[in-house]
Structure formats: structure tokens, C-alpha cells
């Protein structure tokens, strides 16, 4: 078994970097887009939304409203038909009407590139403001959602519950050429492995290096057994 500690060793987290990597490659974002706004536009949406559903929505929104112009003098109504069908549409269209009409007043169209601009957006908060800096600007950036939280906790990257403490606490641990992929691959393993509800640890190649898997599996040996 690996002992624990308040924090993680790096030779330890290097491991779990070097499998994910492995495992995942560098990913890009599951989000289909073609430019920032489309891309601030598609996070705005995938809020307690999937990735899938929102790039069935977007080719419609996009062609009728594609730039922030469009947006900002979009019939409201209209935009709340466009997507409908990703949950909480009518919070939603207020912020892509309001980001829209933001992004022409106060930054000439174009969507900015620091946290605090973005985040000044209506619907842009911390996670997708980094989202936008790591996926447009390159700026090493670390987005915490549900996965990135969960499964970093069982890795014993991090003891919090506060996303920004998680965060400091990540940018501490990882290289900042991981930042961005970290989230990406991360959400991967939680959709497809150590899914919440029902984990598949036997298939996990992080086993041994998680905190609540189900077989321990030596870091040194490769041996595995039953917990």
C-alpha cells in the first residue's frame, strides 16, 4: 500500500502523470468550436449539460448567431428555442445575449484573455474563464469541476473542498504543461473509468495509486491484491 500524506510527493504524482498521459495522450477539448466565442459559448452552455448534447445544439446556434454581434442583437426568445434542449436555457440565454452585448461595448468583439475580464462576463465563472485562457490563449491554466475534484482527492492530490484551494493545490503539484490537459484527461477517466457511482477499479491503470481503489497494486512490484 502507498502511504498518504497532506501532500502528495512528487515522485508519486510524476507516476500518476506519466500513466494519464500514456493512457490519454494530450487531449484537446471534447467541445466542438471553431473560435473563442464559439468556444465561450459552448462552455456557457455545458453547464450542468454534457459535452455531447451541446455539440448538437451549437451548429444551429452557430449558424443563426455565430459572432458576438449576432448574438448581442439576437431575439432572446429565439436563442432560448436554439437551446432548449440543454437545460436551464433560460439563465443560459440571458448570459449569451448579456456576454454578447459585454464583449461589443467594452472589448470590441473580442473575447479577452485574462481571468478577471472573462470572469466580469455574465455566466463566466472561474472554471470557465480557464477553460478559455487554456484552450484559446495557452495560458497554463487548472479548470476544477466534479471530476477534476473527485478523482484528485482519491489520488491524494488535495484535501480540500473549496475548487480554488483544489486549484492552488494542483498548480503546486503538476508541471504547468499539464495544467490544461490534466482537466481533459481527468474528465475522461471519470466518465469512462472511475465513474462515481460505480468505479471500475479492476480496470483503472491509476490502481494502487488511489486512495479508495479496490485492489492495492505495488508502485515498485506491479503485484496486485484484493483490499
Not at 515522485?11 to 467541445?31: E, F, M, Q, V
Request: aromatic fraction near 8%; proline fraction near 3%; include cysteine.
Amino acid at each position: 500500500m502507498i502511504e498518504y500524506s497532506d501532500k502528495m510527493d512528487k515522485k508519486t504524482a510524476n507516476i500518476i502523470i506519466d500513466r494519464l498521459k500514456s493512457h490519454y495522450g494530450t487531449p484537446t477539448t471534447a467541445l466542438n468550436y471553431n473560435n473563442e466565442f464559439e468556444l465561450l459559448v459552448s462552455v456557457i452552455l455545458s453547464a450542468q449539460c454534457t459535452d455531447e448534447r451541446v455539440n448538437k445544439i451549437t451548429p444551429a446556434l452557430f449558424e443563426r448567431f455565430g459572432t458576438a454581434e449576432k448574438m448581442a442583437k439576437a431575439d432572446i426568445e429565439e436563442i432560448k428555442k436554439l437551446i432548449f434542449s440543454c437545460g436551464f436555457y433560460n439563465n443560459k440565454a440571458l448570459s449569451l445575449k448579456s456576454a454578447s452585448e459585454e464583449l461589443i461595448t467594452r472589448f470590441n468583439g473580442v473575447v479577452p484573455s485574462t481571468r478577471e475580464e472573462l470572469m466580469s462576463l455574465r455566466g463566466v465563472g472561474r472554471k470557465t474563464a480557464n477553460v478559455i485562457r487554456g484552450n484559446i490563449y495557452k495560458e497554463p491554466s487548472i479548470v476544477v469541476d466534479t471530476h477534476v475534484k473527485r478523482i484528485s482527492q482519491k489520488l491524494g492530490f488535495t484535501n480540500e473542498e473549496d475548487p480554488v484551494k483544489i486549484e492552488y493545490d494542483l498548480m503546486d503539484i503538476l508541471p504547468k504543461d499539464h495544467w490544461i490537459r490534466y482537466n481533459i484527461q481527468i474528465i475522461t477517466h471519470g466518465r469512462t473509468i472511475c465513474v462515481a457511482r460505480r468505479p471500475k477499479c479492476e480496470q483503472c491503470f491509476l490502481n494502487g495509486l488511489c486512495k479508495e481503489g479496490k485492489i492495492s497494486t505495488s508502485v515498485k512490484g506491479g503485484k496486485s491484491s484484493r483490499l
